[in-house]
T-cell receptor
Framework: EDKVVQSPLSLVVHEGDTVTLNCSYE??????LLWYKQEKKAPTFLFML????IEKKSGRLSSILDKKELFSILNITATQTGDSAIYLC????????????FGQGTILTVHP | NAGVTQTPKFQVLKTGQSMTLQCAQD?????MSWYRQDPGMGLRLIHY???????DQGEVPNGYNVSRSTTEDFPLRLLSAAPSQTSVYFC????????????FGDGTRLSIL
């Protein structure tokens, strides 16, 4: 059975801090790993990672995948209160059309 | 751009009632799926479909039915609601090609009394 585990489950920081969120996985026929940010409503797409060691970057957010050790990290530098959200990691694996398996999510709270 | 549209946004049901959650997408995506989200458990896959006429079970299918008569629509049916089905439900869609992220609807918050 495919499994995705995120850590920590929750994190409280102050504005300006840097945070690292972790995602480890066990998936048959790995195809890609995705990061989503969820505020009040639907998860919104952040990154898709398919190759090891290649960093994806968007502003203060960056992510990297290690397919040998089966994990990914999401870094957020100079955090802002607007970064407060649930961060979800999901892995696509299995059959050719790729079913997504989600982790439990990390609840990030950024205080002013 | 409508994207993925879910209705209703909120619903309260009594135990034993039936209900259909609607989901429609206008991106011509082949793959559509339903998730439920409960505190501390992330998103769990209920059912999914890779095209019209094709559906399959996900991780937590019991108590739910789906059908896919068109590419655009993927309704989720609760035949006899139970309090354990109180949750937030998300519909999502994506294309089948490699490297396609999922697009989510805004969710339906369902309470079963």
């Amino acid at each position: 059975e495919d499994k995705v585990v995120q850590s920590p489950l929750s994190l409280v920081v102050h504005e300006g801090d840097t945070v690292t969120l972790n995602c480890s996985y066990e998936v048959t026929n790995f195809r890609s790993l995705l990061w989503y940010k969820q505020e009040k409503k639907a998860p919104t797409f952040l990154f898709m990672l398919t190759s090891s060691g290649i960093e994806k970057k968007s502003g203060r957010l960056s992510s990297i995948l290690d397919k040998k050790e089966l994990f990914s990290i999401l870094n957020i530098t100079a955090t802002q209160t607007g970064d407060s959200a649930i961060y979800l990691c999901a892995v696509v694996g299995g059959t050719s059309y790729g079913k997504l398996t989600f982790g439990q999510g990390t609840i990030l709270t950024v205080h002013p | 751009n409508a994207g993925v549209t879910q209705t209703p946004k909120f619903q309260v049901l009594k135990t034993g009632q039936s209900m259909t959650l609607q989901c429609a997408q206008d991106m011509n995506h082949e793959y559509m799926s339903w998730y439920r989200q409960d505190p501390g458990m992330g998103l769990r896959l209920i059912h999914y479909s890779v095209g019209a006429g094709i559906t399959d079970q996900g991780e937590v299918p019991n108590g739910y039915n789906v059908s896919r008569s068109t590419t655009e629509d993927f309704p989720l049916r609760l035949l006899s609601a139970a309090p354990s089905q109180t949750s937030v439900y998300f519909c999502a869609s994506r294309g089948l090609g490699g490297g396609q992220p999922q697009h989510f609807g805004d969710g339906t918050r369902l309470s079963i009394l």
